[in-house]
């Protein structure tokens, strides 16, 4: 049972361009939303968050934005660089736990 | 400020064989926790620490994983005996153990192939 899925195993933008990433959940109770970055042979980073109480954060070139009645939430990346390269996590939580629940991940590749 | 530190960075064992992997936190870090993550997948908890004290293990496969934090501060992941399907990364990550939603930080992981 899996109760984040990205759907989307890779992607590949023209640097300069948007990256989209999406993400989807379903289970109800999640109510926090993050994005994790991870290079190879590296743990991942943390990127950006989302309370459920809003529907967008901005962070640089970071966005993530969320539907709450679409159990649906993406991160934007605009430009993309060749060193956003990378496998993105999408994360949820619930309630105050600090218990993450991960999807499989996209690997983005931002070609120069 | 120094990341959270694992090691050994590769293993590789015989399936029915041990293996122990250790973690050092964030200095001041008060929760811990052990994640695998197999290839393809995303990390999947398999215990939390705060301090010394196991906050969620539900996860954990207790007839063959165990995991201790006796000082609460540095932790090891056993495995005893191993199975194929134990191949994986075991990634550590610590966080300030304050409440609430927190950021983690993860390790390299360990990356564990067993034959």
């Known amino acids: 049972d899996q109760q984040v899925k990205q759907n989307s195993p890779s992607l590949s933008v023209q640097e300069g361009r948007i990256s989209i990433l999406n993400c989807d959940y379903t289970n109800s109770m999640f109510d926090y939303f993050l994005w994790y970055k991870k290079y190879p042979a590296e743990g991942p980073t943390f990127l950006i968050s989302i309370s459920s109480i809003k529907d967008k954060n901005e962070d640089g070139r970071f966005t993530v934005f969320l539907n709450k009645s679409a159990k649906h939430l993406s991160l934007h990346i605009v430009p993309s660089q060749p060193g956003d390269s990378a496998v993105y996590f999408c994360a949820a939580a619930q309630g105050g736990s600090e218990k993450l629940v991960f999807g499989k991940g996209t690997k983005l590749t931002v070609n120069p | 400020e120094a990341g959270v530190a694992q090691s050994p960075r590769y293993k590789i064992i015989e399936k029915r064989q041990s293996v122990a992997f250790w973690c050092n936190p964030i200095?001041?870090?008060?929760?811990l926790y052990w994640y695998q993550q197999i290839l393809g997948q995303g990390p999947k908890l398999l215990i939390q620490f705060q301090n010394n004290g196991v906050v969620d293990d539900s996860q954990l496969p207790k007839d063959r994983f165990s995991a201790e934090r006796l000082k609460g501060v540095d932790s090891t992941l056993k495995i005893q005996p191993a199975k194929l399907e134990d191949s994986a990364v075991y990634l550590c990550a610590s966080s300030y153990g304050q409440g609430g939603h927190e950021t983690q930080y993860f390790g390299p992981g360990t990356r564990l192939l067993v034959l």
């Open positions: 200095s001041g870090h008060a929760t």
